[in-house]
């Protein structure tokens, strides 16, 4: 299979490191983010994941490189210009006020009414697009502390579409989700990202991850293990040593996807089980 | 659109609110308006509502038909309307200082109490009283206690904080830890303080808007009125901020700006207040927490409704501070601590319910 031609990087990381205190969380980094795909990052518990993305999203400062966004530098736009070229979308909400799930989604929209790039019918259209996308339109009534988990994470979700940016980032949006959801927000990224949008997100599930990634960002231990499409990176030997814990990649049943299985270790049986 | 990943499900439709925010405004400016009649008119000279509009008409050079003798203007003029206007100040800003400061520290038990700003406030007025020196004349009180008020506010803020968050419970115990150091070093001062010092103290710490005269409500005006216009330009960035620094920054907001300008106007406010009536407790938790049940927690509403049911409901408590025990008067202070406490208590077992929602 030959690659597409690739279009030019929005969003670059360039050799980016990140040190606090004398913990060196991520080292020497570098990847590109396309317009039109779905980037999965991938990788252990500390491996550097939401470090990465948070320097992906100019929270944080790389300690050594730069992050480039459309060709300048992070650091050289102002948070409000930020703010209407990318979106990030957090692990969870602290909101503990009693916003209305409709009012939170709405507040995706302060970057645009701030730059007067907005009016108001313009907005109300967004939100409710972004309202009917995650299926949240249901819940614009309710309180969101109210809201259990996983509704509160659609809702944040809707919140990150209404800013209607061309970069996406989230961290681990499926996290609190039951299995529908989980798979009803990756097609929801997958689509956008048909529509052109660049989306870097995190995952812990790797089926997930070979199912709806465009291509696979494995870190480990602060260090990008591979970049590549989900066939390529996720091999059982990688998986094995990087997660140090035997791993058989399979061929899916159904779809033409790998299919992650963790191998268990089981204990010994004891002797009345065994035979003989 | 995505209707086949997301079945329809029916969700009950609870809505938030108790009350329709449109009747809000409107009917916080009644309330204002009976609060306003009922001050000029009640008190060891009755002044019937028309009558004190035919004062103030007369004043301004509009002869209207309604009769009223020459005692009634005085004391309309000279006692009652510098307490309305400056009973209605200190409301507004203690109840919008703590609906600011609450939105800036994500915390709804915020106030400006509870953060060291009225100690801090108390303490630079104590040490002007003691030390007896008026570099700005007039002024000096309250620009004592204005910067006392800043400089333990941004102390608190700055101890509390840490790795770029501010939590909630060491806000609160720094907060605590501060107010009692302050206390400490305002007890000490009072201790060294002469016979007429220790008066002037004691009405501090008592909180009182008796000595109302158009000269201390002209003087905390331009402070308080800064404070007024300027804190609600903000409301939509405190609506974002509420949602936690980082994703208030990566929605554009200027935190660190924000933050510091609405802590800066607080500290203003509450500073002026406090030079010109001493510490009144409560008003600035309390009122916001009334206020939100009705108007939610937009701040685009819910700072200027703020203001307004402050102004009100200071009025009704110097009401009851100058009426219940007439002829004496009580302490202001002690009539909103005594309403508050209670309510204060409820409000700390209601948030704890509402925490047991399962997530």
């Known amino acids: ?66 992050v480039v966004l459309d060709g300048r530098p992070l650091g050289a736009y102002r948070p409000e210009e930020l703010a209407l070229r990318r979106a990030v979308m957090p692990q969870q909400s602290l909101l503990r006020f009693g916003f209305t799930a409709r009012e939170v989604v709405a507040m995706g929209r302060y970057p645009h009414q701030r730059a007067r790039q907005s009016d108001r019918l313009t907005d109300e259209r967004v939100i ?126 159904l779809s033409d996807c790998p299919l992650i299985l963790p191998i268990a270790e089981r204990a010994a049986a004891p002797d009345s089980a065994s035979p003989g | 659109m995505l209707s086949r990943a997301f079945p329809a499900r029916r969700a009950p439709a609870t809505g938030g609110r108790l009350v329709t925010p449109a009747l809000l405004f409107p009917g916080l400016v009644a309330l204002l308006g009976l609060a306003i009649l009922l001050n000029l008119g009640l008190g060891a000279m009755e002044i019937r509502p028309a009558q004190a509009i035919a004062i103030i008409a007369d004043r301004l050079g509009i002869p209207l038909s309604t009769d009223f003798t020459p005692q009634q203007a005085s004391v309309l003029w000279a006692i009652r309307l510098p307490r309305v206007a400056l009973a209605a100040l200190v409301g507004a800003a203690l109840a919008l200082s703590g609906a600011t400061l609450q939105g800036v520290f994500r915390n709804p038990l915020a106030d400006p109490g509870l953060i060291g700003v009225s100690s801090g406030a ?111 330009r903000w409301s939509a960035a405190l609506n974002l901020l509420v949602l936690g620094e980082e994703e208030a920054t990566s929605l554009g907001v200027p935190t660190e700006r924000v933050r510091l300008s609405l802590i800066a106007l607080a500290a203003l406010m509450t500073g002026a207040a406090v030079a010109v009536a001493g510490i009144i407790g409560f008003v600035g938790l309390v009122v916001p927490h009334i ?53 204060f208590l409820w409000l700390l077992r209601r948030a704890r319910q509402e925490r047991a929602i399962p997530g």
Request: net charge neutral; proline share 6%.
């Open chain 1, 128 to 253: 409710a697009r972004a309202m009917a996308e995650t299926e949240t339109h249901e819940l614009a009534d309710r309180l969101f502390p109210t809201l259990s988990g996983g509704e509160q994470g659609r809702v944040t979700l809707a919140r990150v579409l209404a800013q209607d940016t061309p970069v996406l980032l989230l961290d681990e949006p499926t996290a609190s989700l039951d299995i529908r959801h989980q798979h009803g927000m990756l097609a929801l990224a997958q689509k956008l990202a048909r529509r052109g949008a660049a989306i870097a997100v995190i995952l812990h599930d790797l089926n997930l991850a070979a199912a709806y990634a465009d291509r696979i960002a494995l870190l480990c231990a602060g260090q990008l293990a591979d970049l590549g499409p989900p066939r390529a990176v996720l091999r059982e030997s990688l998986l094995t040593e990087v997660f140090r814990c035997p791993i058989a990649v399979r061929c899916h049943p």
């Open chain 1, 1 to 66: 299979m030959t690659e597409p031609p690739s279009p030019r990087a929005i969003l670059e990381a360039q050799a980016v490191s990140y040190e606090t205190g004398s913990q060196r969380l991520l080292s020497d980094v570098s990847l590109e983010l396309l317009p039109g795909e779905v980037l999965a990052i991938v990788g252990p518990n500390g491996a550097g994941k939401t470090t990465l993305l948070r320097l992906l999203a100019g929270i944080l400062r790389p300690t050594c490189g730069a």
């Open chain 2, 291 to 343: 206020v939100r049940l009705v108007s939610g927690p937009d701040h685009r509403r819910l700072l200027p409704a703020s203001a307004l049911a402050g102004a009100s409901l200071l009025l009704m408590a110097d009401l009851a501070a100058r009426t219940l025990a007439a002829p004496a008067e009580l302490p202001i202070g002690v009539v909103t601590a005594f309403a508050g406490g209670p309510f």
């Open chain 2, 122 to 232: 108390a303490l630079g007025a104590v040490a002007t009283i003691l030390v007896g020196l008026a570099p700005f004349g007039l002024a000096t009180l309250p620009i004592a206690a204005f910067l006392g008020g800043l400089l333990a506010t941004l102390a608190v803020y700055g101890l509390a904080r840490q790795d770029g968050r501010t939590d909630v419970v060491t806000l609160i115990l720094t907060g605590i830890a501060c107010n009692a150091v302050l206390g400490a070093a305002t007890g000490y001062l009072t201790f060294l303080a002469t016979d007429a010092q220790l008066r002037a103290i004691v009405f501090w710490s008592l909180g009182s808007i008796g000595g109302a005269t158009w000269d201390t409500t002209l003087r905390a005006l331009p402070l308080i009125a800064v404070g007024l216009l300027a804190a609600p």
